[in-house]
């Protein structure tokens, strides 16, 4: 097995491989392309057929699959162990995974046995050169980490020089997802799991499972109204709701309104929200920290309705509506009503 590669976990759940793993075999497939080296990838669960029609059209050049009918569902032990002994064999020199309730337990366990850096949370994810300012110490072609850092107040970029992997969490939704080639076909490398995980990894036993499905999908919602804390009252919150409802819509909101008790934590938008990208996107009362901008600014139209016409988020909106959102949105509710007949 050829080395030095770059590397996507891959999360498998009822026969699908998740989305955010596919955006990051997206950037995964440029920043592969940039250094020269293979987009690899590695599943580890049961049941694992096709896999690889679903990923090798996203470029991936070799894929591992690790099959145990004890590897599924997921437990933090033996997925660890199969992804140390994998890498300490194939010595990827970049790997990345979702920021998931998985990545965000196996990341740190694996890159803690490996010795090597995590950066969580990523917003981008570049190759570019470093040079350490104390030693002088050129290096090339590192993975250049982005993220925002101390309360989103600056955009810090991590570099990890000398140890390997070096590791990446991303949030789904963050990264584009768009197919490389349908026709790309790549090779696919089947594992023995017992060479990779041992008995004793397998302690932990899940006995019985439950998944409850977000009810609320605004991450695939074309049109998004979202509300701020100066929407002022969860009542005002309905209006908002209205409106979405008019639109064939869905209802998001800024952390501060999120806070506030305005409405529930799963619509919330932003850094430590979901980021979306919909065809357009109302913003009432969202006054636009850097934090909920980071989530939403690739919405292809902007609309903003504020009674502040120096609000931050007036300067990348492309209407700008001031007023009091009261009176604007049933407004904006009737005329849409009677334009649509």
Same mark, same amino acid.
């Given at each position: ?17 998740a ?7 997206t950037?995964g497939r ?10 690899e ?13 679903q990923?090798?059209p ?5 894929l591992?699959k ?9 437990t ?5 162990a ?11 020199q970049?790997?990345?995974m979702?920021?998931?309730?998985i990545g965000r ?5 694996v890159s ?8 969580a ?8 050169d ?24 600056i955009?810090?970029t991590?570099?990890?020089?000398? *140890? ?15 197919i ?9 490398v089947?594992?023995d ?19 409850e499905?977000s009810?609320?999908?605004?991450k695939?919602s074309?049109?998004?109204?979202a509300?701020?804390?100066?929407v ?9 709701h ?41 913003? *009432? ?11 939403m ?7 903003s ?5 120096a609000?931050p ?27 649509s007949?």
């Amino acid at each position: 097995m050829d080395q030095n590669n770059l590397i996507v976990y891959l999360e498998f759940e009822d026969g699908r491989v998740a989305d955010v793993s596919l955006e990051l075999l997206t950037k995964g497939r440029v920043l592969a392309s940039r250094l020269g080296v293979k987009l690899e990838a590695v599943v580890v669960g049961d049941n694992l057929d096709g896999v690889e029609e679903q990923v090798f059209p996203y470029g991936v050049d070799r894929l591992y699959k690790v099959s145990d009918k004890r590897l599924y569902p997921y437990t933090s032990n033996p997925h660890s162990a199969v992804l140390i002994n994998l890498f300490r064999e194939i010595k990827p020199q970049a790997c990345l995974m979702g920021a998931t309730c998985i990545g965000r337990d196996l990341g740190p366990r694996v890159s803690s046995c490996l010795h090597s850096g995590l950066t969580a949370d990523c917003t981008s994810l570049e190759i570019g050169d470093h040079t350490d300012p104390k030693t002088g110490k050129e290096y090339k072609d590192l993975l250049l980490q982005i993220r925002p850092a101390f309360g989103g107040n600056i955009v810090a970029t991590i570099v990890n020089p000398e *140890c390997r992997p070096q590791m990446a969490t991303v949030r789904e939704g963050v990264m584009k997802k768009e197919i490389f080639d349908p026709a790309h076909k790549g090779e696919v490398v089947e594992l023995d799991a017992k060479k990779y995980v041992s008995d004793e990894d397998f302690v932990v036993e899940i006995l019985d499972r439950h998944i409850e499905k977000s009810k609320i999908n605004i991450k695939n919602s074309p049109i998004i109204v979202a509300g701020g804390y100066g929407v002022g009252s969860k009542e005002n919150f309905q209006l908002l709701h209205e409106l979405a409802d008019t639109l064939g819509a869905e209802v998001g909101a800024s952390r501060a309104a999120v806070d506030a008790g305005f409405t529930e934590h799963a619509r919330q938008i932003g850094q430590t929200g979901v980021t979306v990208r919909p065809k357009l996107y109302i913003a *009432c009362g969202i006054s636009g920290q850097i934090q909920h901008i980071a989530g939403m600014q690739d919405s292809s139209i902007i609309i903003s309705i504020n009674n502040d016409p120096a609000a931050p988020i007036n300067t990348i909106a492309d209407y700008v509506i001031t007023g009091n959102l009261e009176e604007v949105v049933p407004k904006l509710i009737k005329y849409y009503k009677k334009n649509s007949k």
